[in-house]
């Protein structure tokens, strides 16, 4: 019979520029660390499987679903949640576009929306309006924004403002 390894494990993350050390048990999720060790709270716990998106972070400048990374496997990396993305009390392009466009409702969202778009965005694939709805096809809004979240996200990404 298996045995399940109960201790901790320390990792250490940059997240949003600052160095952390954590003891976490090997099942914990990158989203649950942040969130539950860490008090960042604007990733979201939406569906906990991956499907919608709403717990988006970026890691290393890419964006993944922290709900599907196990906290070990990041174990040195850099991660920027919502909470990292302005600078200061200025607000990324991202956040301004979002508000002008009023790309968001309950808000649920908005803060994986904004981490996948600037991850999208910093890879270079989308060039197209239909580009940009397939790339961000993950982030999932309920409250039906979508129109609003891809014009915030065209207007920055014509803009040539990709911070």
């Not at 070990?72 to 990324?92: P, Q, R």
């Not at 996948?116 to 910093?122: N, Q, Y």
């Not at 694939?125 to 580009?131: G, L, P, S, V, Y």
Request: proline residues 2%; charged residues 25%; contains cysteine.
């Amino acid at each position: 019979m298996r045995q399940i390894q109960t201790t901790m494990t320390n990792i250490t993350l940059k997240v949003n520029r600052h160095q952390y050390s954590l003891d976490v048990l090997p099942w914990v999720s990158l989203l649950d660390a942040l969130r539950d060790r860490l008090k960042l709270t604007g990733a979201k716990k939406g569906c906990d499987h991956g499907q919608c998106g709403a717990c988006t972070v970026l890691c290393g400048g890419k964006r993944i679903l922290s709900c599907m990374t196990l906290a070990v496997m990041k174990d040195g990396s850099e991660v920027t949640t919502i909470e990292g993305i302005a600078n200061g009390d200025e607000l990324h392009p991202l956040q301004k576009a979002f508000i002008e466009h009023d790309a968001f409702q309950c808000g649920y969202c908005t803060p994986g929306q904004i981490c996948s778009a600037i991850g999208m965005l910093g890879e270079g694939k989308a060039h197209t309006r239909d580009e940009v709805k397939e790339l961000m096809s993950g982030n999932l809004c309920r409250c039906g924004a979508n129109v609003g979240i891809i014009d915030a996200i065209m207007e920055v990404r014509e803009g040539g403002n990709r911070e």
